[in-house]
Nanobody, 127 residues
Framework: QARLVESGGGLVQAGGSLRLSCAAS????????MGWFRQAPGKEREFVAA????????NYADSVKGRFTISRDNAKNVVHLQMNSLKVEDTAIYYC????????????????????WGQGTQVTVSS
């Protein structure tokens, strides 16, 4: 399994922006689909966004479409989540995920298809 380390979380006012990063260890980073999930207190972990190994295909939860952008830099083994127009309901712990292979866009929301998880980073949006 890969080691995934998230960074970039913090406290921001509603309407603000944050950029999360996830650094992955190991070789062959570019063959793995990568994603972001989040979990709010008392709620189940939910899918946020995913990106294919090449970066050509992305997938977003309806709740973040148009506000969040996932990207990756395969030369640096890093995946990012740019979060704009943040809302109070975006408050959660955000987890980086590496998918099992082969990655499919349709399977991205399924936690059972995740092979490795990061430790999580807290995002708090205040009103």
């Amino acid at each position: 399994q890969a080691r995934l380390v998230e960074s970039g979380g913090g406290l921001v006012q509603a309407g603000g922006s944050l950029r999360l990063s996830c650094a992955a260890s190991g070789l062959l980073f570019s063959i793995y689909g990568m994603g972001w999930f989040r979990q709010a207190p008392g709620k189940e972990r939910e899918f946020v966004a995913a990106i294919s190994g090449s970066g050509a295909s992305t997938n977003y939860a309806d709740s973040v479409k148009g506000r969040f952008t996932i990207s990756r830099d395969n030369a640096k083994n890093v995946v990012h989540l740019q979060m704009n127009s943040l809302k109070v309901e975006d408050t959660a712990i955000y987890y980086c995920a590496r998918y099992k292979t082969p990655y499919t866009t349709a399977g991205a929301p399924m936690t059972r298809l995740v092979e490795s998880w990061g430790q999580g980073t807290q995002v708090t949006v205040s009103s």
